[in-house]
Nanobody, 124 residues
């Protein structure tokens, strides 16, 4: 069992930065691959970024490439999403999720555990 708690969301102007954190409970965090997803009002939840259990492999949605960086600290049971050059279209609730599957980190259906989400609002 893994419990996830996101933090770091807020209101930021376009062009600004935020760093989201996701703190996980449980001693098995380092065995889980982690992902960040987001859901804007009226839209489906979508993949943003993912990182393998070791941190050795990262994956990004096209919308996040070059602007967002996912990382993790297994000693702190935490995964991060550094978001730079934010745009109004990045406004959404951001969720972290955990999965033991490595095959389909872009697919939310393969994730077993989810956090409650943190709101990110980017003003123009």
């Amino acid at each position: 069992q893994v419990q996830l708690v996101e933090s770091g969301g807020g209101l930021v102007q376009a062009g600004g930065s935020l760093r989201l954190s996701c703190a996980a409970s449980g001693r098995t965090f380092s065995t889980y691959n982690m992902g960040w997803f987001r859901q804007a009002p009226g839209k489906e939840r979508e993949f943003v970024a993912a990182i393998s259990w070791s941190g050795g492999n990262t994956y990004y949605a096209d919308s996040a490439k070059g602007r967002f960086t996912i990382s993790r600290d297994n000693a702190k049971n935490t995964v991060y999403l550094q978001m730079n050059s934010l745009k109004p279209e990045d406004t959404a609730v951001y969720y972290c999720a955990a999965t033991l599957s490595i095959a389909t980190l872009r697919d939310l259906d393969w994730y077993d555990y989810w956090g409650q989400g943190t709101q990110v609002t980017v003003s123009s």
